[in-house]
């Protein structure tokens, strides 16, 4: 009888794990049954969902259906998993009960946008679909002000993205002509801008800031929105005013996670950073957002990406009883478009992962407007490869 | 439009298409195509290497430092800089080159252009020393966040029981 490969989650992770699987297996004479489950009907290529706010992408240009999966012989469940029983090898889903003998939970992190006061009814963000374009028609009706872009936290997806927001906004109200009459102000926990990932990064960033006139508010420790006043309050007493306040939501590890025997009552579940298996669990591997804060590594799509491809692998170790394939580097990098510039920053975290001992290594891979087009490629490559039509 | 004669194009089109995918078929180019296909979503990772990634960042670096420097500036000061040089060298001075007695020393630092040149030299000094100062500053801020950051998340891990390698 072929092994039960369980993957909930049709994200970056999820879906990498599916397409390497398949990748492995395909001509192999011992296959596994893959079956992905998610809520979602469609996989959508976050790293564009800032397009999508500034109209750049449509919704139905950075997304496709996950049941394209189905043609490379993947099974596709579209449903909401209600509970993980690991004791039992069960998964509990609106669809019914799925059993398995691998399971790999990329869920993600949830968005929890009640967690702020006020947030709901005065912030925008283009951290989900829905996110971006309401920011879309915020920017349409938008004719200048103070733009304040922050963030609340440390725990939020893409940690480059607010800056990035900031250098397409400048761009787009210069070409709209309200650039003069509209201020773009970021805070920020971090001192300097991305200054948690050194110093090549951050005077980049700073710089492109500088060039565009955006400001930089550091050592911000958000403290709570007052709609009254139009104002953002640190805890230290500093303000900042907003005629439109762009933030990511607060993020919250994953509840079916969270209230799971994975993750015994805490917040997030307890993996062995060497191999990503559930440290009770053997059979159980876990990646990407849901638990990548847990084991100091950034909450970013990339590195669900290399996480997935090593799970998959350990995976095919076990069902062909030995696979020579893809190790575990943890790197992350992004293209950060500014509009007018973008930069390509890179930085490897093997001094940070596993026991805090140093800084990331981290540098500059390039920079000029031409990267953009290496993002375009990363997406049109993205679902090529993974959701072949 | 003539939608017969785009069709009779179009067939044209197909057949020359047709007969090339033979020629690369029989040498061996569609299998060959075929196995690296295969590889594509593998390059990623393989490229993601920190090795890779490292040399990556610093041609890139070496790049930027050709691209800012102004080429008017750089090649008139070049060029001008290997005309004078050839002027002053010559292989019979490299049979029998020059030394730099103390009484020559004191000889070339009259000399308006050696003076200009060390002038130069000291902003380069000078400019070095200033962004030693600047990285050591910063350096040392990121260290103090880090290790700020780590303390924080060493209390995390703490509470959630993973163990931390010290």
């Known amino acids: ?389 | 439009m003539n939608t017969e004669k785009l069709t009779e194009r179009q067939e044209e089109a197909l057949k020359r298409l047709a007969d090339l995918a033979v020629k690369l078929h029989e040498n061996g180019i569609i299998d060959l195509m075929e196995q690296l296909s295969e590889l594509s979503p593998k390059a990623i990772s393989y490229l993601a290497e920190p090795r890779i990634l490292k040399i990556g960042a610093n041609i890139s670096f070496m790049l930027h430092i050709l691209e800012v420097i102004n080429p008017t500036i750089f090649s008139v000061m070049m060029n001008n800089f290997i005309d004078e040089v050839s002027k002053e060298m010559s292989p019979e001075q490299m049979m029998d080159p020059p030394r730099a007695t103390m009484g020559k020393i004191i000889k070339y630092m009259r000399d308006p252009d050696v003076q200009r040149a060390l002038a130069m030299i000291f902003i380069f000094l000078k400019a070095f020393g200033a962004s030693i100062n600047t990285s050591a500053e910063q350096f040392k801020k990121m260290m103090e966040m880090m290790e700020k950051q780590f303390a924080k998340m060493k209390e995390e891990r703490a509470k959630r029981g993973i163990p931390i390698k010290e």
Not at chain 1, 133 to 154: E, T, Y
Request: some cysteine; charged content about 20%.
């Open chain 1, 1 to 389: 009888m072929s092994a039960k490969v369980l993957i909930l989650g049709g994200g970056s992770g999820g879906l990498v794990t599916a397409n390497s699987l398949h990748h492995i297996f395909k001509n192999k004479s011992v296959k596994p049954e893959i079956t992905l489950i998610d809520k979602n009907q469609y996989h959508e290529f976050m790293p564009s969902y800032p397009w999508v706010a500034l109209g750049y992408r449509d919704p139905d240009e950075i997304r496709r259906p996950l049941s394209l999966l189905e043609k490379k012989g993947i099974r596709y469940v579209n449903a909401v998993i209600k509970s993980i029983n690991p004791n039992k090898r069960e998964v509990e889903t609106t669809e019914g009960v799925f059993e398995y003998d691998f399971l790999v939970v990329s869920l993600g992190a949830e968005l929890n946008p009640d967690a702020i006061e006020h947030y709901k009814e005065e912030a925008h963000h283009p951290w989900s679909m829905k996110g971006a374009l309401n920011l879309r028609r915020a920017l349409k009706d938008f004719k200048g002000g103070h733009i304040l872009i922050g963030v609340q936290g440390m725990y939020y997806r893409c940690p480059p993205a607010p800056f990035e927001i900031a250098g397409q906004l400048d761009f787009m109200l210069r070409a709209k002509g309200i650039r003069d009459n509209t201020d773009i102000t970021i805070f920020h926990l971090t001192p300097g801008p991305l200054s948690n990932m050194g110093p090549a990064i951050s005077t980049v960033i700073a710089e492109i800031l500088n060039n565009k006139g955006v400001k930089f508010v550091g050592n911000f420790e958000f403290e709570r929105i007052s709609p009254q006043e139009k104002k953002v309050y640190a805890k230290d007493g500093r303000s900042l005013p907003y005629d439109l306040l762009i933030m990511p939501p607060a993020h919250k590890p994953n509840s079916v996670v969270a209230n799971s025997p994975l993750s015994n009552g805490k917040d997030f579940p307890v993996v062995d950073p060497e191999t990503f298996r559930h440290i009770k669990y053997s059979n159980v591997f876990i990646i990407g957002d849901v638990v990548n804060p847990a084991v100091n590594l950034p909450p970013a799509g990339v590195v669900a990406h290399f996480q997935a491809e090593f799970v998959a692998n350990q995976i095919a170790v076990e069902v062909i009883g030995g696979y020579v394939g893809e190790s575990f580097t943890p790197v992350a990098m992004c293209i950060m478009d500014f509009g007018d510039d973008a930069v390509l920053p890179m930085c490897e975290f093997t001094k940070v992962y596993k026991d805090l001992s140093g800084p990331p290594t981290c540098g500059v891979l390039g920079r000029g407007k031409e990267i953009r087009l290496v993002k375009e490629a990363f997406e049109a490559m993205w679902f090529a490869n993974y959701l072949t039509k």
